[in-house]
């Protein structure tokens, strides 16, 4: 195969004005006194309505604007949305409320012109409020557009790694990336399940995806599955049980097709690597 190695290209005309913005949201999350929910409405409300900043309150009782301005309006302030997981049992309300506007930020900005396909400033906001969301993140988080979680707060990520399109994180029962990670475009990860017989009944388990794991288009990997190092997840495959180290699984249920050339003697016999053997 030939080796395609991604392109540097020339500095955009905006990369400064963009630095800026960047840099007093920064400023902004360092500030412990900062209310977060203030913060996310009024950075919204500059890419969106920039006609009512500093007039916000005025807008949305202002009977004179046509109703659905007044309800966008109402909804850059996360106090005044309601999240999927907020309505779930296991959901540490402290925690989550803490997240919550960062998680709305980082939606919202996903939707909006400006976030559409713009990589570069979208990658950077997002490794911007990582920290600030999940329990720990190593450098050089890249994560693209529509990148949704359940909690966030649960989430471990190591150095390096990618996350593509409209891929689900379900960190409800926790999910750890090792380092250089890759999930690709619309991959399913899962940390928790229903009983089949009562919806209600739930059962959390760790997922982890060891040091240079590739999950690939399409794929699913199911609550509690370890996929060891350098382990890869076909396309559309769904791993319901753990992926050997070096070993690609493909298929419904994943399973071991080949493993990878750059396999060391022992890949064939281990079954969890130092990332996994932390739990």
């Known amino acids: 195969m ?50 009512f900043v500093g007039a916000y309150a005025e807008a949305i009782a202002d009977e004179t604007l046509p109703l659905g301005t007044r309800v966008a309006l109402s909804a850059l302030d996360p106090r005044n949305i309601t999240l ?100 690709s475009d619309y991959v399913n990860v899962y940390s928790h399940t229903h009983s089949i017989v009562e919806q209600v009944d739930v059962t959390n388990a760790l997922t982890v995806l060891g040091d240079g794991v590739r999950v690939t288009y399409h794929a699913t990997v199911l609550a509690g599955v370890h996929v060891g190092e350098q382990g890869m997840v076909g396309a559309v495959a769904v791993a319901t049980k753990d992926v050997r180290p070096y070993h690609v699984n493909v298929g419904i249920p994943a399973k071991s097709v080949r493993v990878k050339p750059n396999a060391p003697p022992d890949a064939g016999d281990r079954l969890r690597t130092s990332v996994e053997r932390e739990t």
Request: charged share 25%.
């Open 2 to 51: 030939t080796r395609i190695p991604l392109q540097s290209l020339p500095q955009r005309p905006t990369a400064s004005l963009h630095d800026a913005w960047l840099a007093r949201l920064a400023s902004a999350l360092a500030d412990p006194t900062i209310d977060r929910n203030d913060l996310c409405r009024d950075t919204l409300i500059e890419l969106t309505f920039p006609q």
């Open 84 to 183: 999927e997981p907020e309505y779930y049992g296991d959901c540490d309300q402290a925690r989550f409320q803490r997240v919550k506007p960062l998680l709305w930020l980082w939606y919202s900005f996903d939707r909006l012109p400006i976030g559409g396909q713009a990589v570069e400033l979208g990658v950077q906001l997002r490794r911007l409020l990582a920290p600030h969301i999940f329990k720990r993140v190593g450098k050089n988080f890249k994560c693209f557009q529509h990148v949704e979680f359940s909690f966030g707060y649960n989430m471990e990520v190591g150095d390096d790694v990618v996350v593509h399109r409209h891929v689900l994180l379900d960190d409800r029962g926790g999910i750890r990336l090792g380092n250089k990670v890759s999930i």
